[in-house]
């Protein structure tokens, strides 16, 4: 079955670096691509950006621009997002989720999501 | 950006009960790129509804959207015990995508 299996919880200090995977099985990995979101404790939900999996086109929102990097391996069906400079505002569950990438704009919602992983950056 | 405001915060209920959802947006929603999931505690959000009115693969025709432009709607017709959790519309039309706050059906 369709599924996005991503990376343990991870505990960082802050201006370190993080690296949470998401490895896509039971679907075409370069028909879809990979969006990230994330959730602060007790809050709702914040888009990050995405990446393509068909050409590897990014996009990213503004306040992440510079310190996120998003990658694929299309080799392994896998998607990566890297976050810099960590502060303890980035404390958060950080989701991967899939949306059709090669039938346009109408067809980003994101219809399949990872159980997300837990970053915690703390002194 | 395009902002969401959904309404209302919280709304508390019974099974058995319909509930209304609103999500507003600052600017018109092209393509009616609007989608809605639902959260439920220490779970990842599922998709219900795309394209504003569409109802996602195995989703309980009890769910239903409605709405274009800038006011959207999400319906429960019957509130199940599954049903109280976290609702969020979100915008996938015009970058960055956004998300609205969210609204809380709780079992009154």
């Known amino acids: 079955q369709v599924q996005l299996v991503q990376s343990g919880a991870e505990v960082k200090k802050p201006g370190a670096s993080v690296k949470v995977s998401c490895k896509a099985s039971?679907?075409?990995?370069?028909?879809?691509?990979i969006s990230w979101v994330r959730q602060a404790p007790g809050q709702g939900l914040e888009w990050m950006g995405w990446?393509?999996?068909?050409?590897?086109?990014?996009n990213y929102v503004q306040k992440v621009q510079g310190r996120a990097t998003m990658t694929t391996d299309t080799s392994t069906s896998t998607a990566y997002m890297e976050l810099r400079s960590l502060r303890s505002d980035d404390t958060a569950v950080y989701y991967c989720?899939?949306?059709?990438?090669?039938?346009?704009?109408?067809?980003?919602?994101?219809?399949?999501w990872g159980k997300g992983t837990t970053v915690t950056v703390s002194s | 950006e395009i902002v969401l405001t959904q309404s209302p915060g919280t709304l508390s209920l019974s099974p058995g009960e319909r509930a209304t959802l609103s999500c507003r947006a600052s600017?018109?929603?092209?393509?009616?790129?609007l989608a809605w999931y639902q959260q439920k505690p220490g779970q990842a959000p599922r998709l219900l509804i795309y394209?504003?009115?569409s109802r996602a693969t195995g989703i309980p025709d009890r769910f239903s959207g409605s709405g274009s432009g800038t006011d959207f709607t999400l319906t429960i017709s019957r509130l199940e015990p599954e049903d109280f959790a976290v609702y969020y519309c979100?915008?996938?039309?015009?970058?960055?995508?956004?998300f609205g706050q969210g609204t809380k059906v709780e079992i009154k």
């Open positions: 600017q018109s929603v092209s393509s009616s790129c």
């Open positions: 039971g679907y075409t990995f370069t028909s879809y691509g």
């Open positions: 989720a899939r949306f059709l990438a090669t039938s346009g704009t109408r067809y980003y919602y994101l219809d399949v």
């Open positions: 394209g504003a009115s």
């Open positions: 979100q915008q996938y039309g015009s970058s960055p995508w956004t």
């Open positions: 990446i393509s999996g068909h050409n590897g086109n990014t």
